[in-house]
């Protein structure tokens, strides 16, 4: 119940350039089993967005990298929308990533909220989004675009298949402003490594939530050197 320091901490000083922070959620639609679970273990210990937040009180005293929130936005909306944003800037916390939250109601009812906070909204995008649709989030976006591997929900897979690998390729040839970063699948060094060929990072969840329910934080240090050896 009380790691969340200690993980963020540990995954820093072992090479992590940027922390997903996940809010657990009753009902996280675009996630996996293994992130489905860890919601409901962490519900059922007492985690709640107030509690998030009181833990996350003075990191960034402890910590330098980016950190951002990934959360559904009942949670959000019933904390109370400004308050969310303002106890996330006074935290430090860089943006939020809401995947249940639309550009065009971002747009008319909550950029002004972000712009105040200073917070970044990261847009995910799918291989069946369109291409006009990707150039308005990349129009709208201030951070990079979580660039979502699959049209599934989240977890670890061996590999990336041929037409995954052209969505790789076809996003990189538009040439956005936006910086890609892939997610969804990401669990080794080898699907690390195709995930960042063409784009500029990528984003692990389910792979090292496993590693934590069997290592612990003992084992942040060797997890992240088997993904990045170099």
């Not at 019933?78 to 109601?105: A, H, S, T, V």
């Not at 308005?136 to 599934?152: E, G």
């Not at 910086?179 to 792979?207: L, N, P």
Request: glycine share 8%; charged share 25%; net charge negative.
């Amino acid at each position: 119940m009380e790691d969340t320091v200690n993980i963020i901490k540990n995954l820093e000083e072992s090479g992590a350039d940027m922390i997903e922070i996940g809010l657990p959620f009753s009902d996280p639609l675009a996630d996996g089993p293994t992130i489905q679970e860890s919601s409901t273990d962490a519900l059922r210990n007492g985690m709640t967005t107030a509690k998030l937040f009181e833990q996350l009180e003075g990191i960034r005293e402890q910590v330098a990298i980016p950190l951002i929130i990934m959360g559904y936005f009942n949670p959000m909306m019933q904390y109370g929308m400004e308050e969310f944003c303002k106890r996330c800037n006074e935290l430090g916390i860089d943006g939020l990533i809401i995947p249940d939250l639309p550009l065009r109601e971002y747009e008319l009812e909550y950029k002004a909220l972000f712009d105040k906070y200073n917070l970044d909204m990261v847009f995910l995008i799918t291989p069946q989004t369109s291409e006009a649709r990707i150039r308005q989030i990349d129009a709208a976006s201030n951070s990079f675009i979580y660039m979502v591997s699959t049209a599934s929900t989240t977890g670890a897979q061996s590999g990336f298949s041929q037409q995954t690998t052209a969505y790789f390729d076809r996003i990189a040839a538009m040439e956005l402003k936006s910086e890609c970063i892939v997610g969804f699948g990401i669990s080794s060094a080898d699907t690390f490594k195709a995930a960042t060929r063409k784009a500029k990072g990528a984003i692990i969840g389910s792979a090292f939530i496993k590693m934590l329910r069997e290592k612990g934080i003992a084992g942040i240090a060797d997890f992240m050197k088997a993904i990045r050896p170099d």
